[in-house]
C-alpha cells in the first residue's frame, strides 16, 4: 500500500500517480504529503454543475486511511455523482479532490462479463503478471466462491455475482473502496449476509471506504461515521458512537437512525 495520494487536480504529483488521476477542471494545486497523517480521501469545496443545477455544492469530507464512511441522501442529491468522481468515472468543475491512486467501485449490479469465467472476471484489472490463479483464487476465497471460480456469470445467483464483484474490488489490494448500494438489489437474508461479509473483509483490509446507501440501519450497523448529503452538501457528518456489535435496539442506534431519518426528511 502506497502512502502517496494522487492528487486531483494539481501539478506536484509524480507521473506515475498523476496518470491515475482523473481528469477536473482546473483549480487551486495542493501540495502532496507522503506522511501517514494524510487522509485518504480529502475533499475540500466540491463542485458538480449539470447544466445550470449545482448537484455538489461546496462538499467537504476526509476519510482517513482504514475509516469507513457511509453516505445518505434522498435520491438525485448526487450521492453517486460524488462516488464516481472518486473514482475517476467523471469530474469536478471546482473545489479540491484528494484520493490515493488505487480505487476500486462495486456498484449495485455486479457488472460481470459475461464471456469470461468468474476467475478471469475477477483478476482483469490485475496488472500484467499479478493476475495470477492463485491471486484470483485467494479473492474468491475471502467471499466463499472459489469453488465458482471456473463458472460462467450466467450461472451464478444475483448474491453470488455480487460477491465476484466484490472479490474484483478487493484482488487489486485498493486504498479506498467505493460501493454505491451494493446490496441493493439482494433479497433481505442475502443482504445481512453480504453486510456481514463486507464488514469483516474491510476490517481485514484496512482500505478507505465510502459506502452510499439509501439503508439507514446498514449505514449505522457498518460505518465508522454517517454523512448526509443535501441541497449539494453533507448537513450531516458524524462518528457512529454505537458499541459494536451493534444492535437496533440498542438506544443509542436508535437515536441517531432518527436523526438520520429526520434529515432525509422522513419523520
Ligand atoms: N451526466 C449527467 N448529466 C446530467 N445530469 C446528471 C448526470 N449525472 C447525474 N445527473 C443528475 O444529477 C443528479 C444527481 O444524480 P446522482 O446519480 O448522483 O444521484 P443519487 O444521489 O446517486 O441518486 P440515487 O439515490 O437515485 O441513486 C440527478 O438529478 C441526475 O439526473
Ligand atoms: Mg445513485
Redesign the pocket.
Known sequence: MTTTPAVLPGSAVPPTLAAQAAPVAPAAPVAAEATGATPAVHLRGLRRV??T?A?LDGVDLSIPRGEFVALL????????????ILGAL?RADGGTVLVPPVRTVVFQEPRLVPSKRVLANVTVGLPRGGATRETGLRALAEVGLDRHADAWPATLSGGEAQRAALARALVRAPELLLL??PFAALDALTRLRMQELVGDLVRRHRPAVLL?T?DVDEAVRLADRVAV?RDGKLVRDERVAVERPRDPADPAFAELRRRLLADLGVH
Open positions: 449539470f447544466g443545477r448537484v441522501g434522498a435520491s438525485g442529491t448526487g450521492k453517486t455523482t460524488l462516488l464516481r467523471d454505491d448500494e452510499v439509501h448529503l
